[in-house]
């Protein structure tokens, strides 16, 4: 499998459509991103649970999922489950960020996602991160969405359990659903490991990549 390198990252966009959404889909990416890259900027934004205890429960997580980096975390309050009737409000929240940053690497969800708060996100994100590099990670769900990726990520087996370590710690809330557990992260890793021939890996959607193919040095 080809690699290819983005250099120093020095800002972060994260956003995520509920409190959890980074975590699940590219927390594995966030760990080994801070630890390459120390003090690197990280702006989060969730579009819904805030004023909820989900707010403290992501403030906390991302926190842990972000160690040494300067991490700023916005939390919306847009109810779960209807983003396509709050999309101007989205869209103030997401070109207010873009004001306040430039980023080198920006994290969204996928627009092939079935859940309607994800999708749209995910459609918004290019209207206001025109020329940034977007990987557009996965969740995984009952709707059973999940497709063939562009990108991965590789996790060393440390850091693929310190993900679930940290989900499970940070998320009291979603502990009780049938699909929170250590398998369920733990197997889509692996499965995305074994398609990049590594142990773990996160995958994810790419939209669009300009290559320098010049020779260097």
């Known amino acids: 499998m080809i ?3 983005t250099g120093r990252i020095e800002r972060i966009v994260a956003l995520g459509a509920h409190c959890d959404d980074i975590a699940i889909g590219a927390g594995g990416t966030l760990l080994t991103l801070c630890a390459g890259n120390p003090g690197v ?5 969730v579009l819904s649970g805030g004023g909820t205890e989900r707010e ?4 906390a997580a ?4 972000c160690p040494g980096a300067d991490v700023e975390v916005t939390v919306l309050k847009l109810p779960d489950g209807r983003f396509p009737s709050h999309w101007e409000e989205a869209k103030n929240g997401l070109e207010d960020l873009r004001r306040r940053t430039d980023p080198d690497l920006v994290l969204s969800p ?3 996602d079935a859940h309607q708060d ?3 996100l995910a459609t918004l994100v290019p209207t206001v991160f025109r020329t940034h590099l977007q990987l557009e990670y996965e969740i995984a769900k009952w709707d059973g969405d999940l497709g063939k990726p562009a990108a991965y990520v590789p996790l060393s087996a440390e850091r693929a359990e310190e993900k679930v370590r940290l989900l499970q710690e940070h998320y009291a809330s979603q502990r009780h659903r049938p699909w929170y557990d250590r398998e369920a992260f733990l197997g889509l890793a692996r499965i995305r490991g074994i398609e990049c021939g590594q142990r773990y890996a996160e995958a994810f959607d ?3 990549l300009t290559l320098d193919l010049t020779a260097k040095g």
Not at 41 to 45: F, T, Y
Not at 56 to 59: F, L, N, P, T
Not at 62 to 65: G, T
Request: hydrophobic share 45%; aromatic share 4%.
């Open 118 to 120: 994800h999708r749209g």
């Open 206 to 208: 790419l939209k669009k």
């Open 110 to 112: 996928r627009t092939a």
């Open 41 to 45: 900027r990280v702006d989060a934004l």
């Open 56 to 59: 403290a429960e992501e403030r």
């Open 3 to 5: 690699g290819l390198g």
């Open 62 to 65: 991302l926190a842990a999922f």
